[in-house]
C-alpha cells in the first residue's frame, strides 16, 4: 500500500489527453516538491517533472506537472504510441522521513 | 555524458548476502548524494536509502535499517549497496539514482539520473 495514491491505468486515443492524478497528505505533497519519472518495461526510470511543474531538457512540453494542495497531477497531451509507459510520482514524506513513492501508472494508447 | 553503471545480475540464497556497485561516470560522487530504489516485479519503486555527497553520513529506510549498508570508493567513483539475510521477498531490480537538492533536501529534491538496475534474485 504506497503513501501516495495513484489510478493503476489510464489509457486514451493518438492525439488525446490524459491526466495521472498522485495523492497524498500534508506530510508529504502538501509541504514538499513533487517529482514525476516515465518507465518503460524493462528499464530504468527517467525523469519527467521536477519541481512540481519543471521540464528537463529534451522532455517535450507535451508532459506537464501541476499541484493542488495534497495532489499532484500529470498532463499528456497529444499522447503518442510511444507514450506507452509506467508513471510514477514521487516525494520526500516529512513524516516518515523517506522518499515515497505512487504505485505508478500504466499509460495505454488505444 | 552522466553515467551510471551498475553490476550485473545476482542469484543469492535465502540468508546470504548481495552487494550492488554503481559506477559513477562524468561526475564525481563527492559532489551529489546517490540513492537506491528497487522494484519487485510489477510492484512500484521503492526507495532503500541513500549516502551524502561528501560520504559522512548514510540514511536508510526505516524497514532496511538493520540489514542495509551503503559505501564508496571515491578513488574509482564507485558507490555500493550490500543487503543482508536475503528473503525471497528482495527480489527485485535495485537501481541507483543521483539526487539533485535544491536548497533544503527534504523539500526539494528529484533523481536526475539513474543506473540501469541490477536484478537480485533470492531463491529459497
Known amino acids: 500500500q504506497s503513501v501516495l495514491t495513484q489510478p493503476p491505468s489510464v489509457s486514451a486515443a493518438p492525439g488525446q489527453t490524459v491526466t495521472i492524478s498522485c495523492s497524498g497528505s500534508?506530510?508529504?505533497?502538501?509541504?514538499?516538491?513533487v517529482s514525476w519519472y516515465q518507465q518503460f518495461p524493462g528499464t530504468a526510470p527517467k525523469l519527467l517533472i521536477y519541481?512540481?511543474?519543471k521540464r528537463p531538457s529534451g522532455i517535450p512540453d507535451r508532459f506537464s506537472g501541476s499541484k493542488s494542495g495534497t495532489s499532484a497531477t500529470l498532463g499528456i497531451t497529444g499522447l503518442q504510441p510511444g507514450d506507452e509507459a509506467d508513471y510514477s510520482c514521487?516525494?520526500?514524506?516529512?513524516?516518515?522521513?523517506?522518499?515515497?513513492f505512487g504505485g505508478g501508472t500504466k499509460v495505454t494508447v488505444l | 555524458q552522466v553515467q551510471l553503471v551498475q553490476s550485473g545480475a545476482e542469484v543469492k540464497e535465502a540468508g546470504a548476502s548481495v552487494k550492488v556497485s554503481c559506477k559513477a561516470s562524468e561526475f564525481s560522487f563527492t559532489g551529489y548524494d546517490v540513492n537506491w530504489v528497487r522494484q519487485a516485479t510489477g510492484q512500484g519503486l521503492e526507495w532503500m536509502g541513500g549516502?551524502?555527497?561528501?560520504?559522512?553520513?548514510?540514511y536508510y529506510a526505516q524497514k532496511f535499517q538493520d540489514r542495509l549498508t551503503m559505501t564508496r570508493d571515491t578513488s574509482i567513483n564507485t558507490a555500493y549497496m550490500e543487503l543482508r539475510s536475503l528473503r525471497s521477498d528482495d527480489t527485485a531490480v535495485y537501481y541507483c539514482?543521483?539526487?539533485?537538492?535544491?536548497?533544503?533536501?527534504?523539500?526539494?529534491?528529484?533523481?536526475?539520473?539513474w543506473g540501469q538496475g541490477a536484478l537480485v534474485t533470492v531463491s529459497s
Open positions: 549516502m551524502s555527497a561528501n560520504g559522512g553520513n548514510t
Open positions: 519541481d512540481n511543474y
Open positions: 500534508s506530510s508529504n505533497i502538501g509541504n514538499n516538491y
Open positions: 514521487e516525494v520526500y514524506d516529512n513524516s516518515l522521513s523517506a522518499v515515497v
Open positions: 539514482a543521483r539526487l539533485i537538492c535544491g536548497g533544503e533536501c527534504s523539500r526539494r529534491r528529484y533523481f536526475d539520473y
